[in-house]
């Protein structure tokens, strides 16, 4: 049986979605195994790391102004949704992943860092856009007609 003190972090440990938290520096602060299967690097090759480990360039720039504004408003632009977007595994391949962010306060609401959660999305993805070429192809044969 797990000790009650530990419970919280045996259910982040063992969450089926990858979460990770950035302090206000944007440096990895908490890894758990789920966020090891889904972009490859161990908890102790991320910890303390910044967060352009996973994020690929052309978007790093949007990704820390919208950090930025999210901890100094305490508020997330896409808050209460999933984001489906590229990130960057440990191969350096691009993946695709499902990302939902929260803003994580102290006792005094003063933003602290910001929390992730993220589901490896890329098979889904790859379906999907297949899909919607196969149907854009019917679509142009059906209008030549």
């Not at 003190?5 to 045996?10: G, I, P, R």
């Not at 990858?18 to 090891?36: F, L, Q, S, T």
């Not at 720039?61 to 808050?79: C, N, Q, R, S």
């Not at 102290?106 to 196969?134: N, Q, V, W, Y």
């Amino acid at each position: 049986m797990v000790d009650s003190s530990n419970l919280t972090a045996e259910f982040a440990n063992q969450a089926p979605d990858a979460i990770i938290y950035a302090g206000r520096d944007g440096n990895v602060a908490y890894w758990n195994a789920a966020a090891e299967r889904v972009f490859g690097y161990t908890s102790e090759a991320a910890m303390g790391q910044y967060l352009d480990l996973i994020i690929p360039e052309q978007y790093r720039a949007a990704h820390w102004a919208g950090f930025e504004k999210a901890l100094e408003t305490g508020i997330t632009k896409y808050a209460g949704q999933a984001l489906a977007t590229r990130a960057v595994n440990a191969a350096g391949e691009t993946i695709y992943v499902e990302l939902s962010f929260s803003i994580v306060f102290d006792d005094s609401h003063k933003p602290l860092g910001a929390l992730a959660f993220a589901r490896d999305i890329t098979e889904r993805f790859a379906r999907d856009r297949d899909m919607r070429r196969e149907l854009r192809a019917l679509k142009e044969a059906a209008d030549k007609g």
